[in-house]
């Protein structure tokens, strides 16, 4: 099992920045990559950025340019810093954790925090 915590969500102007937070705890071992989704009010869930643990990245269109992903693995987290965020950022942000287990792969959760761009 792997628990995730994340952190630094809130609220901020248009054109400013915020960077999650998510640290890792339990079988880190077996994560195989970690990435942020965000989920905004009657939207489904989607992928904001990811790393593997070979260190590759990819992000959502959207994002690219303003978003980066990165980690720290002595500390077993990942962040998320988010520049000229727009309003459309807004959303519940979501870390997750990827197990690519022999039965198929595995997801875990953070609990999410939420970000909340004005105009």
């Known amino acids: 099992q792997v628990q995730l915590v994340e952190s630094g969500g809130g609220l901020v102007q248009a054109g400013g920045s915020l960077r999650l937070s998510c640290a890792a705890s339990?079988?880190?071992?077996?994560?195989?990559?970690m990435g942020w989704y965000r989920q905004a009010p009657g939207k489904q869930r989607e992928l904001v950025a990811r790393?593997?643990?070979?260190?590759?990245?990819n992000y959502a269109d959207s994002v690219k340019g303003r978003f980066t992903i990165s980690r720290d693995n002595a500390k077993n987290t990942v962040y998320l810093q988010m520049n000229s965020l727009k309003p459309e950022d807004t959303a519940v942000y979501y870390c997750?954790?990827?197990?690519?287990?022999?039965?198929?792969?595995?997801?875990?959760w953070g609990q999410g925090t939420q970000v909340t761009v004005s105009s």
């Open positions: 790393i593997t643990s070979g260190g590759s990245t």
């Open positions: 997750n954790a990827e197990d690519w287990s022999p039965i198929g792969r595995l997801d875990y």
């Open positions: 339990g079988s880190i071992f077996s994560i195989n990559a």
